[in-house]
């Protein structure tokens, strides 16, 4: 009978997974779609590969029992008669954890509205301890520090998309002959960007393969970087030539399509690496509720780290590519079209702030979403056109809804664990215990 509990757990972590896909995942490649780089069809094909790819190949293999430590599963085992009672209290939490999450995000997507999982599984984690262990079962600095991450990343991120775009706008696009200052600057903003990608792959996207070679030190990684953004430049300003040589004839209007044409490539790359580094980073912990389940079934303890088996990887892999394809459209329509018009080289210049912040924040150990940062990146490329390049009733609306992802996260997993708890408790401690 266990093995039907696991089943069931499974069937919420594919649920939870496809709702990855088609939230959190789509705002990777809103830039490319929304700038008409990619068609939906292509970015969804892209960006499956490359989430399957980091989720898979390089996704954590270790994850917290409880999400971010905002629980302390010590509280857990207190309040338990008996270690079968401390699995059975995580098993109930976890799975009710999972598809509170998973709801909220569903019903984000239907509406379009981008929110972060992590703080989704977060929110409903701390519900599910909450009501649980108490209120002081939940670590509130680290929550206080969610909070926070509210106003850092998006503030952040609108900045430096900012000044980045100002930059282009007025160096190469407002210029009598773009042209002629395409050829001249974009090797540079390509440096730029290829240093951050590669940056970000190094500390984020394959942190959990780097974190094991010894020899890859910060110099290390930054000479990499630094040797590999400058191949770059040097490659495209060759291509860049070639592609604009003669066109400086054109008029202003034909010039600036050109320019954009360039930018182009640059857009789909930097929205690709968005994409890998999250299904390397985030997917093993989003669905790291269902290793907690997994492991208090094979034990029948409640441990503070857990194991996500290679099962569990390709689950959450193939649930976000499912995701994406269905319903990933609905959310990148809004982060794409909807909050201000994207072209490729305002597409480069979200995305490249996007990862540097992430990056810097990454670094710091600051708690930042990747939603958030990019979406603050585009707003941020709306506000060098001024308030009106916002679509701000759109722009309310998603940040509402980021201020209701925890606590109704929070509830809606209240509720299913009080449901779990009076319905499913003395079986599960039948089973777990007759497995013990």
Same mark, same amino acid.
Not at 90 to 116: C, E, H, K
Not at 358 to 374: F, N, W
Not at 381 to 400: D, V
């Given at each position: 009978m266990l093995f039907t509990v696991l089943v069931v757990a499974a069937v919420l972590g594919l649920y939870m997974a496809w709702n990855i896909g088609a939230n959190d995942v789509a705002n990777s490649m809103a830039d490319a779609v929304g700038s008409k780089a990619l068609s939906i069809r292509n970015a969804v094909i892209l960006a499956g590969v490359c989430e399957f790819a980091g989720a898979v190949l390089v996704g954590s293999h270790v994850t917290d029992t409880v999400r971010k430590g905002i629980v302390d599963p010590g509280y857990l085992t207190a309040?338990?008669?008996?270690?079968?009672?401390?699995?059975?209290?995580?098993?109930?939490?976890? #799975? *009710?954890?999972?598809?509170?999450?998973?709801?909220?995000?569903?019903?984000?997507?239907?509406?379009?509205?981008?929110?972060? #999982?992590?703080? *989704? $599984?977060?929110?409903?984690?701390?519900?599910?301890?909450?009501?649980?262990?108490?209120?002081?079962?939940?670590?509130?600095?680290?929550? =206080?520090?969610?909070?926070?991450?509210?106003?850092?990343?998006?503030?952040?991120?609108?900045?430096? =998309?900012?000044?980045?775009?100002?930059? $282009?706008?007025?160096?190469?696009?407002?210029?009598?002959?773009?042209?002629?200052?395409?050829?001249?600057?974009?090797?540079?903003?390509?440096?730029?960007?290829?240093?951050?990608?590669?940056?970000? #792959?190094i500390y984020k996207g394959l942190k959990n393969v780097t974190g094991n070679i010894p020899w890859l030190t910060d110099g290390v990684s930054f000479a990499i970087a630094m040797l590999l953004s400058l191949i770059a430049a040097v490659a495209s300003k060759y291509w860049v030539r070639n592609r604009l040589d003669g066109k400086h004839t054109l008029s202003i209007g034909e010039q600036l399509d050109e320019v954009e044409k360039v930018f182009t490539p640059l857009v789909i790359v930097t929205s690709c690496s968005v994409a890998f580094a999250h299904g390397a980073n985030d997917v093993a912990n989003s669905v790291g509720p269902l290793a907690a389940v997994v492991e208090v079934i094979r034990t029948g303890t409640v441990q503070m780290k857990v194991g996500v088996p290679m099962w569990i990887l390709f689950l959450g892999g193939s649930g976000i590519v499912i995701g994406l394809a269905t319903y990933g459209y609905r959310v990148m329509r809004t982060v794409g079209s909807d909050i201000t018009e994207i072209t490729p080289s305002r597409g480069v210049a979200a995305d490249?702030?996007?990862? =540097?912040?992430?990056?810097?924040?990454?670094?710091?150990?600051?708690?930042?979403?990747?939603?958030?940062?990019?979406?603050? =990146?585009?707003?941020?490329?709306?506000?060098?056109?001024?308030?009106?390049?916002?679509?701000?009733?759109?722009?309310?609306?998603?940040?509402?809804?980021?201020?209701?992802?925890?606590?109704?996260?929070?509830?809606?997993?209240?509720?299913?664990?009080?449901?779990?708890? $009076?319905?499913? %408790?003395? %079986?599960?401690?039948r089973l777990i215990g007759s497995a013990g």
């Open positions: 309040i338990a008669a008996t270690p079968a009672d401390a699995a059975v209290i995580m098993v109930i939490g976890m #799975t *009710s954890a999972l598809l509170a999450a998973a709801i909220w995000l569903n019903l984000s997507s239907y509406f379009g509205m981008p929110v972060s #999982t992590t703080h *989704s $599984i977060v929110g409903a984690v701390a519900g599910f301890g909450i009501v649980s262990a108490g209120w002081d079962a939940v670590n509130w600095g680290k929550m =206080a520090n969610i909070v926070a991450s509210w106003f850092i990343s998006p503030l952040a991120g609108g900045f430096l =998309a900012f000044v980045l775009f100002v930059f $282009i706008s007025r160096f190469i696009l407002g210029r009598d002959r773009p042209v002629r200052a395409a050829m001249v600057l974009v090797p540079f903003i390509v440096f730029l960007a290829a240093a951050v990608v590669t940056l970000a #792959t490249i702030a996007a990862t =540097a912040t992430v990056l810097v924040c990454t670094r710091m150990k600051l708690p930042v979403s990747t939603t958030h940062t990019l979406v603050g =990146a585009i707003i941020g490329i709306g506000m060098a056109r001024g308030l009106s390049g916002i679509n701000r009733q759109i722009t309310k609306k998603i940040f509402n809804s980021w201020m209701l992802t925890v606590p109704v996260a929070a509830v809606i997993s209240m509720l299913f664990y009080t449901a779990g708890r $009076i319905l499913m %408790y003395d %079986y599960l401690l």
